[in-house]
């Protein structure tokens, strides 16, 4: 396995659409590998392949504490099929976004459909955290941020930072 460097905004990259997969094969595994690999190390709860600056619809999850057994699951070419219209507000981050919290509201439940680790069919009915880490992360997929669900003013303020960090950051190593 290995670490990937983590994509950060502003990037037109993380506004593009990613596509589908055709299979799940041995290649697949070893980038489904090397998300997780990236993912633990962040430390984060989701990510998306996108984010590796891969543009396929492909997310790695695991929201199991630090005292619990570690629960990894993969998602390929997850549908979202169902989200209630009660809705919750949770305090979101993203690696793409490192430093910046905001509250999203989005629905409380949602059921998918994916392909597993090993190309499998399968179903999920999710609530709470991790129903809103898996539409975090299907945002991703669409080119969607969680600062897309914020007012445009803090939105902008959050983006404004962002850019400044990344022209320190190149007077730095250049
Ligand atoms: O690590 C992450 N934490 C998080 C917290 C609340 C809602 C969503 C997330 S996902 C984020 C990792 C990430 O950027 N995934 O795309
Ligand atoms: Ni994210």
Request: charged share 35%; aromatic share 6%; hydrophobic share 35%.
């Amino acid at each position: 396995m290995s670490k990937r460097k983590i994509i950060i905004e502003p990037d037109p990259i993380l506004r593009e659409k990613s596509s589908p997969l055709e299979k799940v094969d041995n290649e697949l595994r070893k980038l489904m590998d090397d998300m997780l690999e990236t993912m633990y190390s962040a430390p984060g709860i989701g990510l998306a392949a996108v984010q590796v600056g891969i543009l396929k619809r492909l997310i790695v999850i695991d929201i199991s504490k630090e005292d619990e057994k570690k629960n990894p699951i993969f998602f390929v070419n997850p549908e979202i099929i169902y989200q209630s219209d009660k809705t919750s507000t949770y305090e979101e981050g993203c690696l793409s976004l490192p430093g910046f919290y905001a509250e999203v509201e989005r629905p409380t439940e949602c059921h998918i459909n994916y392909l597993d680790y090993n190309g499998k069919r399968k179903k999920l009915e999710a609530d709470g955290l991790l129903a809103t880490c898996i539409q975090h992360e299907v945002d991703h997929l669409n080119g969607v941020l969680f600062i897309d669900h914020i007012s445009k003013l803090k939105r902008d303020m959050i983006i404004k930072k962002l850019r400044k960090n990344k022209k320190e950051l190149k007077k730095i190593i250049l």
